[in-house]
Each structure stands twice: as structure tokens, then as C-alpha cells.
């Protein structure tokens, strides 16, 4: 996929065949929602928004989401729970997002989001946040440590 690629009026067909590299698609119960949260918390731009559907880039990378019952003919919807949290185990890391900045815009965000970790500066020599968005998905923004930036005194 390059970058003159105009999401709105690509065709799903041709949409499918430009993809790449790794894909990850999200099923959610509610699209608008989580596009939103993406959005306005982590700058992220979106494309053929619907209550089914949206494209979301984040830098140079795609992500897809893809409300429940759009997956009805795919095995998957039968291992997700009815009720709580469907992403336990996941995190999605945005490499190069201010964690501050996110935690600030998710605490002001109308829709649910929960900051499981405030930005903390980590021995992995990133500094990053962990919120969860209402689908139980972990995002963790997170930018590179600068020259002098010491590791929070908990992970000492």
C-alpha cells in the first residue's frame, strides 16, 4: 500500500489485494465508538467510517475494525465473551505517541477508557502509559526516553 492511496473511494477488493505485511483487524461491539476513542486520544486518522467498518491508520500502518456482526459466516465470534473484556491479553503499542498527552485526552475522552498505568519511564528505555479502551484492548502509547531521563524508582 502506498501512501496515495485514497481510502475513501478504494474498492474492498482493491483494498484487500494492496494489503502487506502484517494486518490487524479488531472486532468490536461498537465501531463509531472505538474509532472515535482512536481518534481523538491517539491522533490516529480513519477512513470509510460505518457503523460496520472503519480503516484506521496510525503512522504508516493499518489497522481494521470490524464491528461483530460482520464476522458472522467466520469462526472467530464464537470465542468471544457476551460481556466484559474481550482483548485480555493484547496490547497494541503506539510507538512515537506522547504517553502523557494520551492519558490527559483519554481522562477528557467521552467515551469509556480506563488508565490501568500512568506514563512511567521503563527499563526497556521507553516511556509509555497503558489505557484501556471499552473493548478490554490495551493501548500503550509510548515514545523513547531522552538523554538524562531516568527509570521511574519503582522498577529499581
Known amino acids: 500500500m502506498?501512501?496515495?492511496?485514497?481510502?475513501?473511494?478504494?474498492?474492498?477488493?482493491?483494498?484487500?489485494?494492496?494489503?502487506s505485511g502484517m494486518g490487524i483487524n479488531l472486532l468490536v461491539r461498537d465501531v463509531l465508538s472505538l474509532q472515535k476513542f482512536?481518534?481523538?486520544?491517539?491522533?490516529?486518522?480513519?477512513?470509510?467510517v460505518s457503523k460496520d467498518f472503519a480503516i484506521i491508520?496510525?503512522?504508516?500502518?493499518?489497522?481494521?475494525l470490524h464491528a461483530d456482526h460482520t464476522y458472522h459466516s467466520h469462526p472467530l465470534p464464537s470465542l468471544i465473551p457476551e460481556a466484559g473484556v474481550r482483548g485480555g491479553g493484547i496490547e497494541i503499542r503506539l510507538f512515537g505517541t506522547d504517553p502523557d498527552r494520551a492519558a490527559i485526552d483519554a481522562g477528557q475522552?467521552?467515551?469509556?477508557?480506563?488508565?490501568?498505568?500512568?506514563?512511567?519511564?521503563?527499563?526497556?528505555?521507553?516511556?509509555?502509559?497503558?489505557?484501556?479502551?471499552?473493548?478490554?484492548?490495551a493501548w500503550l502509547p509510548s515514545r523513547a526516553l531522552r538523554d538524562g531521563e531516568a527509570v521511574d524508582a519503582a522498577f529499581e
Open 109 to 137: 475522552h467521552k467515551h469509556e477508557s480506563t488508565l490501568l498505568q500512568a506514563a512511567m519511564n521503563k527499563p526497556h528505555g521507553l516511556r509509555e502509559c497503558v489505557i484501556l479502551c471499552e473493548n478490554g484492548y
Open 57 to 64: 491508520q496510525y503512522q504508516n500502518s493499518i489497522l481494521q
Open 38 to 48: 482512536l481518534t481523538d486520544v491517539f491522533d490516529m486518522t480513519a477512513s470509510r
Open 2 to 19: 502506498d501512501s496515495e492511496t485514497d481510502f475513501e473511494t478504494i474498492s474492498a477488493e482493491d483494498f484487500g489485494k494492496s494489503l
